[in-house]
């Protein structure tokens, strides 16, 4: 018997993968993997172009999403009423706010009905505006099209633009004249899409990535010259660490870090000294992490070292930065977690996170503190510096769960705040029918997890509400709590969105990452699921009326989650899920696996770690003779992050071995991991995925609530 939510689609057959079975081997122990034929060989070159694609995976996941489309088809008019409801939410020929550098600001703009941004800028105090980048214009012709970023010279010239029209993330690099809109003829391939310009705005710098998609090399390019004969800066021998390249606010240093999840190091260039020598500032050192600013003499950095587990700030002299010489500035404080900072000439602005909530804070260097105060019970705050060091004011956007983005302008001399933008919601939005609010689950072992809610004023909370519960939990990441557009419309039919801050990411600090990894991985997994109890202790809903969400290593929470307790949930939607860990963390030839040991452990190396792993694998660990929920899982075939293969061969295994269902995949076969680049496409995958939730919450025939 099918699930009642799909009773309509009884005589839809699904597509049967062909077991293959591979037997593997690992610490005298062997498993059977039927499905890894579906990872094809060719991978590499698949990432460059999806047309290599072997024809049998192709025919596989072209029959996945045949059978997708017809087990939603009878939802397909809900999936366009919410789409179009996101879209009404938006406000089609918006606008950043500009953003000085010298004589000019710089903004991006859409036009009503444009898929990308036009990056524009203008003169300080004028109106005419310059065009720099059309991403509508330069993305006709192309399935797929993505801006890595456009940059701006120093001297206003020129910019430097990437762009991927694969989906892999391999950005193709090219410079622009602005006055003549004429292109250079050199052209670099395969690199992150950004660039750091050196003082000069003769040449840039920039990141290449090698045939594994990992970010190795820092080149120098100089205009007019052959990207082939580029200058190798820097190059990582370490498959484990992945290199970036920046530049401090000050604007004269070039900064080259390399790092993991748990370590970091980093170098610098003066930027007027584009030639020079990488210096170092202090060598890697195991579980160590620092990042670094600039200020006069000084390199003031955050960092974690000498146990200063919630982070600290140092400041060293420019001439000898090592360790010997930091010096406490903002000293460690247990509980107050600080997670971003920025130096400008006259004032240190950093963001600090005590018990889940974001704090903005100030100082004048010379000791003299001061709180930007916040009046919510939830919220999301994160800096957002601009270009210039030599300022009056720092920038700040806010936001809430039922609270449109706001983008602040906080005076750091005088404590104003100036409220330059509230994201404006064209169909109408009034944050008083919003009730949001956070919970405390309780966990096994007695921690306590936070839960954030938000749902309409008058939502009963007898239990008979469906909640759509969203997790992460990986890398320290921080699930912030904002404003959006898309959970509107499930609120809006009654459905309570709520978000658990588990364990894995940062939400009450650095321990709390590092109790959620490696060893202690599962914690993350039975946080989840106490979130989800907690909301039925509390009256928000009941078992069997909760949809669990998550996207990558979220995809890994809720596949996870669901093998402990299947019965307790309606449906779970995996996007790009993580969910073949054993075997994905067994493969170091894949892009992120090297990098990723010290966040799941090296099974390759560890019989523990290998134990642990394989205790909690999705992919492994499905529950026999227990009915599953339906699950919706969505893939990308150019993504490089969780590869394509990870969810079709869950979805093959669920529908051969577990009981319920049905297990749906859709791959976006012109994509990779973030799916469509494009605006209003991007809307359309997320409707999809409501319309499931709707779909299994026994809600696709709810009309959304109007406010009279």
Sequence with gaps: MAHKAFQAQDLVEAPVAERREKEITQHGETRIDPYHWLRDDNWQQLLRDTAVLDEDIREH?????????????????????????????????????????GPFEYYTRFREGGEYPIFARRPVGETEETILFDGDKEAQGQDFFNIAAVSHSPDHKLIAYGVDTVGSEYFTIRIRDIDSGEDYQETIEQSGGDVVWAADSASFFYIERDDNQRPKRVRHHELGTDPESDRVVYDEEDDGLFVSVSETQSGEYILINAGNHNSSQSFYIPADEPKAQPRLIAPLKEDEQYEVEHRGDYFYILTNADGAVDFKIVRAPVRSPGREHWEDWLPHEAGRYITDFVTYGDYLVWVERRDARPRLMVSDYQGKTREVPMADEAYHLSLSPGYEFHTDSTRFLYTTPAQPLQTFDYHLESGERELRKTQKVPSGHDPSRYVVERIDARAPDGESIPVTVLRLADTPLDGSAPVLLYGYGSYGAYMPDFFSIGNLSLVDRGVIHAVAKVRGGSAKGRQWYLDGKLDKKPNSFTDFLASAKGLIKEGYTAPGRIVIDGRSAGGLLVGATVNLEPELFAGVIAGVPFVDVLNTISDPSLPLTPPEWPEWGNPIESEDDYAVIKSYSPYDNLRDGVPYPPIMATAGLADFRVTYWEPAKWIARLRAEAKGGPFLLKTNMEAGHAGSAARFESLKEQADLYAFALKVLGRADAEPIRHE
């Design 61 to 101: 996941l072209n029959a996945e999403n045949r059978y997708h489309d017809e087990m939603m088809s009878d939802v397909s008019d809900l999936r366009e009423r919410l789409f179009q409801e996101m879209r009404a939410r938006i406000k089609e020929d918006d606008a950043s706010v500009p953003r000085r550098d």
